[in-house]
């Protein structure tokens, strides 16, 4: 099982920047697709970004295309969320997770952690 830890969260204006991270422990993390998810109060969790084991290809939502930039450094076990042109909207628990490959992202095999608080301010 892949143990995951996220940090780097707060509180921002609309329209600036932030980026948060995803340590990742227990298994080989550079073989693995990563993703990024989030979960508005009173809404189903949804998906974010993903990347693939090497970081040569991303997959991003539409409502954050052109905005979030995913990325990873294996030689830290860690992936990374930039987000910018930040709105009210994005307010939400940010988590990540593992899966096979970038193509079966929704196969995700590691424990959820606690995630981290983005808010964004009007």
């Known amino acids: 099982q892949m143990q995951l830890v996220e940090s780097g969260g707060g509180l921002v204006q609309a329209g600036g920047s932030l980026r948060i991270s995803c340590a990742a422990s227990?298994?080989?993390?550079?073989?693995?697709?990563m993703g990024w998810f989030r979960q508005a109060p009173g809404k189903e969790r949804e998906f974010v970004a993903a990347i693939n084991w090497s970081g040569s290809s991303t997959n991003y939502a539409d409502s954050v295309k052109g905005r979030f930039t995913i990325s990873r450094d294996n030689a830290k076990n860690t992936v990374y969320l930039q987000m910018n042109s930040l709105k009210p909207e994005d307010t939400a628990v940010y988590y990540c997770n593992s899966a096979p490959s970038i193509r079966a992202i929704d196969r995700l095999f590691g424990s959820w952690g606690q995630g981290t608080q983005v808010t964004v301010s009007s």
């Open positions: 227990g298994r080989t993390f550079s073989s693995y697709a």
